[in-house]
């Protein structure tokens, strides 16, 4: 499968993939930098806007929560959620800090004008997953297409660790993908792409490209607008 790209993505990185059970993964990081310098060197005139989940981070930090006080609230898990992706978004624009705008985006109430090739942004408040800030970001700077790096290589029609009988998608509209994750956020929930980002960006028009994120040589066919393995939404 292949795709046309644009002239502007935004890239929603998913934490886990920038921090793992046994610490913060510089493997992947040392691969992830060579990549978006490549590209950025390759597409010039594409900008690139990096929103940088919680991910293990925040599950760390809410399981902890969890084990003194027993249930935290949504507004509580969401903070921490929040707080993770700073971080973690923290620790990528200091990767990129020669290249990158110098600024963090995580108040999606201030529209900068950010003119370097590399942006990258964080959570913002509770509600708020990263995916929908990446939504949030198409709306703030004229992007119609989202990256979501993921765990998982496409997006099945129904949860393959519950049914056997799923099957993978290359292709999906939102009217059908909606029903698949339903309409409801809950932090920390585990979903190919948030609900309520879901709804926003099908109102939007924008597509979404669900892929795994640790396979950067199938991201780079993405890319280059050559086949490749994922599933597009929209």
Known sequence: MSTQFEDKVVISLGGSLVTT????????????????????ALYPKRQFFLVVGGGTTARQY?????????????????????????????L????????AHPVIL????????????????????????????????????DARMIVNMSNIDTVFDKDPREFP????????EWSEFQPIVGDQWKPGMNAPF???????????????VVLNGRNLDNLQNYFAGKSFTGTVIG
């Open 21 to 40: 059970p046994h610490g913060i993964d510089t493997e992947f990081l040392t691969r992830f930098n060579s990549f978006i310098r490549k590209n950025m």
């Open 62 to 90: 809410r399981d902890a929560g969890k084990e003194v006080v027993g249930q935290l609230t949504d507004d509580d898990l969401d903070w921490l959620g929040i707080h993770a992706s700073r971080l973690n978004a923290h």
């Open 92 to 99: 990528v624009r200091t990767i990129f800090r020669d290249i």
């Open 106 to 141: 995580s108040d999606f109430d201030i529209i900068l004008k950010p003119r370097e090739q590399l942006v990258v942004a964080a959570g913002w408040r509770p509600g708020w997953s990263t995916d929908y800030c990446a939504v949030m970001l198409c709306d703030d700077y």
């Open 165 to 172: 009988d799923a099957k993978p998608l290359t292709k999906i």
């Open 194 to 208: 948030d609900p309520i980002a879901s709804k926003r960006a099908s109102e939007m028009g924008v597509t979404v």
